[in-house]
């Protein structure tokens, strides 16, 4: 099993920044991708970044020079950067871990951010 908890999120003004953490413990995982997704109020959840266990990172075109994802290894932690807040960048922000070897996923329980001045 795999535990990740989100934190970071809150309240901040237009063209502001935040950095959300995913803190992941548990079983030992080798090969994996780790992603932010993000859900607003009536909308679908949707990818904004990933890094894999070698580094390797994605970014949806919405964020893309905005955001960054990054991690910690001695932390176990991924963070996701977000600068020049925009209003539309409100909702809940969850983390998700991929364990490439079975495909198995693992969720956060999420973290509030909302734009707004």
């Known amino acids: 099993q795999v535990q990740l908890v989100e934190s970071g999120g809150g309240l901040v003004q237009p063209g502001g920044s935040l950095r959300l953490s995913c803190a992941a413990s548990?079983?030992?995982?080798?090969?994996?991708?780790m992603g932010w997704y993000r859900q607003a109020p009536g909308k679908q959840r949707e990818l904004l970044a990933a890094?894999?266990?070698?580094?390797?990172?994605n970014y949806t075109e919405a964020v893309k020079g905005r955001f960054t994802i990054s991690k910690d290894n001695a932390k176990n932690t991924v963070y996701l950067q977000m600068n020049s807040l925009k209003p539309e960048d409100t909702a809940d922000y969850y983390c998700?871990?991929?364990?490439?070897?079975?495909?198995?996923?693992?969720w956060g329980q999420g973290t509030q951010v909302t734009v707004s001045s």
């Open positions: 890094i894999t266990s070698s580094g390797n990172t």
């Open positions: 548990g079983r030992i995982v080798l090969r994996y991708v």
């Open positions: 998700n871990l991929e364990i490439i070897s079975t495909g198995y996923n693992y």
